[in-house]
C-alpha cells in the first residue's frame, strides 16, 4: 500500500493503536514520494488549542501577546514535502475548517497577515481514534473526513505483524548507530525468533527501547535467544523490583559483624562485616539474591572510592587495588546497566560517571 500511495500527492489518514508506528508508515510514503521538501510532523494533540493555528499556519511580528517576529509554520516548513498531523483527532474544530480550505486550494494566511501563500505540500494524518464516530459526536468536521479519506491505511498492532520486527529493529539500529559513537550488536536466528514470538504490548516505542538496551548491554555483540528474553525483553526481578529488596537486605546487612551497640558504643559502625560474619545471615533469612548484593556492595565501593578523590579515577583505582583500566570498565558494565533501569536511583553518580567517562 505504501508504494502505491507514496507517488500520489493524495491525502493520507493512518489509523492504528498508538505506538503502532503511524509515523513511521507516514515517513516511508514520504521517502518513496521523492518529493523534495522536508517531512515536518505535528502532533496536534500535544499544542494547546489556542496555539495549535499560529503552529501550523506561523505568525506575523505583533500578531499576539509573544509574537516578536513574523514566524513560518508547519505548512510552509513542509513546501514540497509532507506535513504529518498525528492525532487528527485532537485538532479544535476551528482548525479544522482552516484545514479544509488548505486541502481544498494549497493557500495558506499567516495569523495575523491577510496576505494568502501558494504552497505545495502533501498532508498525512494519523489517529488512534475513530473519526467516523468523532463526526457523529460534532467534534469533527464530516467534509474535512472525506478530504483526507482518500487513501486509508490501517496499522495494526505489532503483534498481529510479527514479521515487521527484524526490520523495525534493523531500522533503530540504523538511526541509533548514525547519530551515537557505538558498535551494533548482531542478532542470531534464536534472538530474532524471541523477538518475533514476544507480543509488544508497548508496540514501536518498546521496539526502541529494547534496541537502545541492545546497544548498551551487547555492542559488537552476538545476541542469542536467552540474551533477548532475560536482559532485553524483560528484566530478572533481581534487577527490576529492587528497591524495596534491597533496604532490607542492607538493614539485615548492618547487622553482621557488629557488636552490641549498647554494650560496645565505641564499636558502633567502625567496621563493616568480616567474611566470615556472613554464614549468620541464614539464622533469620531464607534467601539471598547474592548476585544482586554482590553488585550493590561493588557499587558502593566503587562510589565512594570516586567521592573520596573528587572523581580522579586513578586515586580511586588505588584505593580499590585495581587498574584504572579495569575501574573504568567495571563502571561502564556494572554502574551504568543499573541506571538504565533507575535513571531517578541516583542523578549524582549519574553525572559522576559520565565525567569518568569523559576522562577516559
Known sequence: MIGLVASSGSPVIINGPTGSGKELVAEAIHDESRRKGNFIALNCAAIPSELI???LFGFEKGAFTGALKTTMGKFEQAN???LFLDEIGDMPFG???KLLRVLENSIISKVGSSKEVKLDVR???ATHKNLEFLVEDNSFREDLLFRLNVFPISVPSLNERSDDIPDLVNHFLKLKTKTENT???NFDNTAIKALKDYAWPGNIREVRNVVERSLIFFPNTMVNGEDVN?????VDSGVINRTEEQAEIWSEFDEL???DPEEHPEDRDTSPPKPEDFAKWFE???SVDLRALLRDIEIVFIETALDRNSGNTSEAAKDLKLLRTTLIEKIKNIVFKLFLFFPSFNEIFQQRFRTVELRH
Open 53 to 55: 493555528e499560529a503552529e
Open 80 to 82: 514540497r514535502g509532507t
Open 95 to 97: 482548525v479544522q475548517t
Open 123 to 125: 498532508i498525512i494524518c
Open 183 to 185: 558498535k551494533r550488536p
Open 230 to 234: 532475560k536482559y532485553l525483553l524483560s
Open 257 to 259: 559483624g557488629l557488636k
Open 284 to 286: 533469620t533469612n531464607n
